[in-house]
């Protein structure tokens, strides 16, 4: 398996968007990714927007952030909520500074905002939360997937295999180095 190297995290928290977390948890670990689930509290079940649970291997202030090659962040209303904790935010910012992997669809762009990482970076999002993206700093587009350097955005479940293909090859291109 191409990818049996490397380690990734998916951050959740309630309502986030089901198939957002689950599609490229799944493909990565097709690939031979270690995926883990981070929430607020190891071992809780989270539940998505339409009911599908996921259960936390690890808490945010349990997990060995800097032991990671990326991280995920889904969407749905689970951003709103995650951006809120002290604690992801340090973790995004560190993926960041060390041009991990991150991969954010959908409304997890608000994470990202909150983490003010997105200055000059070329995203994209769901629409609805387009302003607020361009208001970070970030220059907006509206296409399947977004790839800038270590960060790769895609818009909505639909565009699912455009974003779960790139987020592969950044992967790949970044365990290289």
Known sequence: MRLSNTRVMALVENDFEDLELWYPVLRLREEGVTVHIVGAEENKEYKGKYG???????????????????????????????RRDKKVIEIVQYMNDQKRTIGQICHAGWVLISADILKDKVVTSTPGIKDDMTNAGAVWRDEAVTVDGHIVSSRRPPDLPDYTRELIKVLEENNRD
């Open 52 to 82: 599908v649970p996921a259960v936390a291997d690890y808490s945010y202030e349990d997990v060995n952030y800097y032991e990671y090659d990326g991280i995920l962040v889904p969407g749905g209303w689970a951003p709103d909520k995650l």
